[in-house]
């Protein structure tokens, strides 16, 4: 089974920056360079969201609105990471945001609801101060 470990979380002032690594691991993980990955987060009193998500080869990304433009979705298939680089934080975007991938796809595309990711991380805290 593939497991998923975010990192990264903390709490920041608007307007400044956090970096999101998610590191995957696991004895089933052979071929994480053809996952597709995403980024999810969930507020307090809400429903999971979608943030982001990445095809296996890094060219196909997809933000949510509202935070196109400050955020940026990578990865590195070599090291089994997924990063989530978010600029010019506000404090709606505090939230516990969370890891997933998509592990049984052979493709080029991306996806964008919770029901089509297999593997979630337990998530990381992400707390923005007016």
């Known amino acids: 089974q593939v497991q998923l470990v975010e990192s990264g979380g903390g709490l920041v002032q608007a307007g400044g920056s956090l970096r999101l690594s998610c590191a995957a691991s696991g004895r089933t993980l052979r071929t994480f360079s053809s996952n597709v990955m995403g980024w999810f987060r969930q507020a307090p009193g809400k429903e999971r969201e979608f943030v982001s998500t990445i095809n296996w080869s890094g060219l196909n990304t997809h933000y949510t609105d509202s935070v196109k433009g400050r955020f940026t979705i990578s990865r590195d298939n070599g090291k089994n990471m997924v990063y989530l680089q978010m600029n010019s934080l506000k404090p709606e975007d505090t939230a516990v945001y969370y890891c997933?991938?998509?592990?049984?796809?052979?493709?080029?595309?991306?996806?964008?609801?919770?029901?089509?990711?297999?593997?979630w991380g337990q998530g990381t805290q992400v707390t923005v101060s007016s």
């Open positions: 997933a991938a998509r592990t049984s796809y052979i493709g080029s595309l991306y996806f964008t609801e919770e029901h089509q990711y297999n593997v």
